[in-house]
């Protein structure tokens, strides 16, 4: 089968002709229909995140149907349409029993560990394989499994309910399903703090009250919103000591701040002011689980979740076109996504 792999770090991608995948009983083989480029995929092919698997066909987005199903898996069968959650994990060390699989000791995640999307077809153990709903299509159910299913667990960390107020740090890929999510939540008013001239532009259209960081402090400019009261759920997506630091102080009594983003930086707070005398909470965020992608699903179909089709571009499954697509990711401040559409 045809597979784009990364065969060494800091090189382009390269076409490759590889062995079709063969499954064991617990398994599945997915025709990939489609497979999203991620910005992560260009820090593993930059060498900014490490990768130890080489050659590696990258690709943690997918979204295919069923080709063949391993005799000891029963809730798919071939030609059903699926989505793939990223992560493997074991199923039975004591994270995975307690449900929270994305600290598995044996986690591995496709695309990183194994190999991903950027192929026809993926191996893949039956339970991380969900049905695909008919309505939604594949470029949809591919690129809901990262950003928008992450911007879903940090809400749900958040414990955000109808009626909050949210601020988003960062509106990329994370913020833009943030945004849709905490209104499909019935989230009140929901402020989105940006820098960027065209990313702020844009949150209005989406729905949210944009912040322009430039203009003044985010924090005091949140405050002046609320009448002085600040926020009950904030989000951090930008991944800096700065907006971890707003991300905190701008929240209200009891309020609740999900940090999503990475960042090495130590951040600096007041632990009387911004913790203690309002009982905030402050609340790390690591990936999603399986489990949430049904909600989301409902979410995409309701039309909560939406991807305009003039967001959405496609490439084929062919090196140069998928390198032009990871030079240009990191530059992206339009939120138009580019999947991989694998011809048959
Ligand atoms: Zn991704
Ligand atoms: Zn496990």
Do not use: W
């Amino acid at each position: 089968m045809r597979a784009v792999q990364l065969v060494q770090v800091g090189k382009p991608l390269e076409d490759a002709e590889v062995a079709l995948p063969t499954i064991g009983s617990s398994e599945v083989l997915v025709r990939v229909a489609a497979c999203g480029i991620c910005h992560s995929d260009a820090h593993y092919r930059g060498g900014i995140s490490a990768i130890d698997l080489l050659p590696l066909t990258l690709g943690h987005e997918v979204a295919g149907r069923i080709e063949t199903v391993g005799e000891g898996v029963t809730h798919v069968s071939p030609n059903d349409r699926v989505y793939v959650h990223y992560l493997v994990s074991c199923g039975c060390c004591d994270f995975c029993l307690r449900g929270h699989e994305q600290f598995c000791v044996k986690g591995q995640m496709i695309g990183k560990h194994r190999d991903g999307g950027y192929a026809e077809f993926i191996r893949i153990p039956g339970r991380s394989v969900f049905v695909l709903p008919d309505e939604i299509p594949f470029k949809h159910g591919a690129i809901m499994m990262c950003s928008s299913a992450t911007a879903l667990h940090a809400l749900n960390k958040a414990r955000v309910q109808s009626g909050d107020s949210v601020a988003i740090f960062g509106f990329g890929g994370l913020g833009f399903s943030a945004l849709q999510l905490a209104r499909a939540f019935g989230c009140r008013e929901t402020y989105v703090v940006e820098l960027n001239p065209a990313k702020l532009a844009s949150i209005t259209e989406a729905g949210g009250i944009a912040i322009d960081a430039t203009a003044g402090d985010p924090v005091q400019q949140i405050r002046e919103a609320t009448g002085g009261k600040g926020v009950d759920v904030s989000i951090e997506l930008v991944g800096s000591a700065i907006t971890m630091e707003q991300a905190v102080r701008c929240l209200g009594v009891f309020g609740r701040a999900a940090l999503v983003g990475l960042t090495a930086e130590s951040m600096s707070i007041l632990p009387y002011t911004d913790i203690i005398n309002k009982e905030a909470e402050i609340v790390g965020v690591s990936d999603h689980l399986a489990p949430e992608l049904s909600a989301l699903m409902q979410f995409a179909r309701s039309g909560a979740l939406r991807f305009p089709q003039d967001a959405l571009r496609s490439v084929d499954l062919e090196a140069a076109q998928i390198n032009a697509a990871l030079d240009a990711v990191g530059n992206s401040t339009d939120h138009i996504r580019t999947v991989i559409v694998p011809r048959l």
